[in-house]
């Protein structure tokens, strides 16, 4: 079993900062891309950024140039630095994870439970 275990999110001013985390854990298992999906109240959830296992990345246009997203290979984590906060970026933000689990042939995706993000006016 492989579980994702978010943590950073709060409640934040506009124009603040601040960092997610999600760490992978269980054993025996490989990931491929990791991401950071966000969902507000009445949309449906929607890509924030994404990192493949080369380093390679990709950003909503929403976000790009104030959110950074990064891993860490050898912790099995991924981090989201947020900066220059707005309200709209509120939401429930999830991490994902490709992961296949050592001995089968298949990728499946993983999420975590979400962590709140608030941004105040």
């Known amino acids: 079993q492989v579980q994702l275990v978010e943590s950073g999110g709060g409640l934040v001013q506009a124009g603040g900062s601040l960092r997610l985390s999600c760490a992978a854990s269980?054993?025996?298992?490989?990931?491929?891309?990791m991401g950071w999906y966000r969902q507000a109240p009445g949309k449906q959830r929607g890509l924030v950024a994404l990192?493949?296992?080369?380093?390679?990345?990709n950003y909503a246009d929403s976000v790009k140039g104030r959110f950074t997203i990064s891993r860490d290979n050898a912790k099995n984590t991924v981090y989201l630095q947020m900066n220059s906060l707005k309200p709209e970026d509120t939401a429930v933000y999830y991490c994902?994870?490709?992961?296949?689990?050592?001995?089968?042939?298949?990728?499946?995706?993983?999420w975590g439970q979400g962590t709140q993000v608030t941004v105040s006016s």
């Open positions: 994902n994870a490709d992961v296949r689990i050592w001995g089968t042939r298949n990728w499946y995706d993983y």
């Open positions: 269980g054993s025996s298992f490989s990931i491929n891309t």
């Open positions: 990192v493949t296992s080369g380093g390679s990345t």
